[in-house]
């Protein structure tokens, strides 16, 4: 018999309870080996004064299994609560979010009945770094911060997950010809990851042409991989243009420890015992297919489809001129567990190859080569609502001193010198000095400080300052709008 594997569950909120106890019954009835340990999070320990929606002590529990089931929780709304998901991602280092897209018609409705793309999503890094700051009165800041090995390993995963799984083509998305620093590094990383997997098509779409491209021809694409805002966007539209948000499958991997739930939330509002647990089922699907139970995995999605072919719906698929009866998650769940051992007659039975060809390589990104840094300027953000851009300039020429002033933005549009009248103007502005050079001259930090001294006394309000630097003579900042 196989021994045991220790995992990790967490009912959740909302269906959540109810999802997780259909779930666990169908794992059961079908011979999954699971030793299971059970934490509490989300809505009950937001209450509680957890601000991260998890008491400290199941972290421990996480960290010994490796392995977390998770039904959907409630993040309250409103400051001083973090995203539980967000929290467990990044502080176990799952940097790869897997959202398999799939469509099973005609049983579930869609206009895309050949669909099976799959969505790679960086996990950790972007947006979801959740660094912002209010600057002024009037302008709020949230960081973007993409990192070279951050963006490698998700690349190499998404190849190394399309040579085991037998996918023929990778697509990146990105937002390059915009962000030409983070959005074109990812891409430059992908391009090189690439070539070390010549079996394996690549291609590159823009993320907006792209999403449109999924919601309208998403049998073009097999697997896509992007940063973490424009995956979670996309593995949406893509969930929905399959049928049903309701049916996907998520997994979050790392090389230490992996989470498995729905991509759905956790609908406070839903009637008892009528939500569909499919999206959770297919989770923990994945998961029994990363703790090496393929056979279970596939005896539990065979039946699953043959449930669907013979016409038991929840009512989020349920259709008059197709569907056969409706049920609710536990009388579902019975058919599921009627069918194991069966296969589907319409659809494709499904196969969970096993064996180390079908294993997921976690390869490390490549040792970083040094290269040469040097300070030659500074960006010194203000806060100040008095007057022109003109006028701006005129105050701050007259404290730079061995710096040059050689760029005001605003809102990242230049509006100095030589900006355009129309340019709307609100109270935050970047106000750029760099070397006399032109930025070739490095600077020393202590100039920084005596200007922005200078500038303090001139009665101007700063809010920060980015230092400028260039690598191997390479500029390492952008320009601004119209400059």
């Known amino acids: 018999m196989t021994q045991k594997k220790p995992i990790t569950i967490a009912r959740g909120d909302g269906i959540g309870p109810q999802i997780m106890d259909a779930v666990l019954t169908i794992l059961d009835k079908a011979g999954a080996q699971l030793e299971i340990h059970e934490i509490e999070i989300g809505e009950k320990m937001y209450e509680q004064g957890y601000s991260s929606g998890i008491k400290p002590e199941a972290w421990d529990t996480l960290r010994k299994t490796g392995v977390f089931l998770k039904a959907p929780i409630t993040t309250p709304m409103g400051g001083g609560f973090k995203s539980l998901n967000v929290t467990v991602r990044k502080s176990m280092g799952l940097f790869a979010n897997v959202r398999p897209c799939v469509a099973y018609a005609p049983y579930v409705k869609t206009h895309f009945p050949n669909m099976d793309m799959v969505v790679i999503r960086e996990n950790e890094e972007d947006l979801y770094a959740g660094i912002e700051y209010r600057h002024t009165q009037d302008a709020y800041e949230s960081m973007k911060l993409i990192s070279r090995p951050g963006s490698e390993r998700i690349c190499r995963y998404a190849f190394e997950y399309a040579r085991a799984n037998g996918r023929k083509k990778v697509t990146c998305m990105v937002k ?60 949406d539209i893509a969930a929905e243009v399959t049928g049903s948000v309701g049916l996907g499958g998520s997994s979050n991997v790392g090389e230490n420890c992996a989470m498995f739930e729905a991509i759905h939330g956790s609908a406070p509002r839903m009637a008892p015992d009528t939500a569909n647990p499919s999206g959770l089922l297919l989770g923990a699907l994945m998961m029994l297919n990363h703790i090496g139970q393929q056979p279970v995995a596939e005896k539990i999605h065979n039946a699953w489809l043959r449930t669907l072919e013979d ?30 051992g069966q296969l589907p007659q319409t659809m494709k039975p499904v196969s969970y190859p096993s064996g180390e060809d079908t294993k997921i390589k976690m390869v490390p990104p490549k ?49 100095w010198p030589e900006g ?64």
């Open 176 to 235: 390059d010809n915009i962000m030409k620093m983070s959005d074109g590094m990812f891409y430059k990383v992908f391009e090189e990851v690439a070539k070390d997997y010549p079996e394996i098509e690549n291609d590159r779409w823009i993320i907006d042409i792209g999403a449109a491209r999924i919601a309208a021809r998403p049998e073009e694409f097999d697997v896509v991989v992007t940063l973490n805002l424009y995956g979670d966007i996309i593995s």
């Open 311 to 340: 016409g038991i719906h929840t009512k989020d698929i349920y259709r008059d001129d197709l569907s056969k009866k409706k049920v609710g998650t536990t009388e579902f769940a019975q058919a599921v567990v009627e069918r194991l």
């Open 367 to 415: 040792a970083a080569v040094p290269q040469t840094k040097a300070l030659v300027g500074t960006d010194i953000y203000l806060d100040w609502k008095n007057g022109t851009p003109d006028q701006l300039a005129e105050k701050l020429l007259d404290v730079a001193e061995e710096l040059k002033l050689t760029l005001i933005t605003n809102r990242g549009v230049k509006v």
């Open 420 to 483: 355009q009248p129309e340019t709307f103007c609100s109270d935050h502005w970047r106000c750029r000095f760099l070397a006399e050079e032109s930025g070739v001259s490095t600077i020393m930090p202590a100039q920084i400080i005596m200007l922005l001294a200078r500038i303090n006394g001139a009665g101007l309000d700063f809010i920060k300052a980015e230092n400028l630097y260039r690598y191997n003579g390479e500029q390492g900042y952008s320009a601004g709008q119209g400059e």
